[in-house]
């Protein structure tokens, strides 16, 4: 979904079994040079565990392979 804001809400559902700390890191990620996205938890070192319906406020945007490839090959990568 988009906020008001126009900033992405991803809404995951995770197995009750994995604690997420609070401190974690969600980032988008490519399977291969062309592959599909995915999201990947990096679990931070922090004591306080996610609740259910709790949020991650830290993220690390997708690098674009696909549009740097594009640029190196043809000459505008700078």
């Known amino acids: ?4 804001d126009n900033l992405a ?3 995951l559902r995770i197995d009750k079994r994995v604690k997420v700390p609070a401190d974690s890191i969600a980032s988008v ?4 040079i062309i592959g599909d996205k995915y999201i990947q938890l990096s679990l ?3 004591e306080e565990i996610l609740a259910e319906g709790g ?3 830290e993220t690390e945007s997708a690098i ?3 549009s740097l ?3 190196f090959a043809f000459g505008s990568a700078k």
């Open 69 to 71: 490839i594009s640029k």
């Open 1 to 4: 979904d988009l906020t008001e």
């Open 29 to 32: 990620k490519s399977q291969g």
């Open 44 to 46: 931070g070192g922090d």
């Open 64 to 66: 674009d392979i696909e």
């Open 9 to 11: 809400v991803l809404t």
């Open 55 to 57: 949020l991650l406020t």
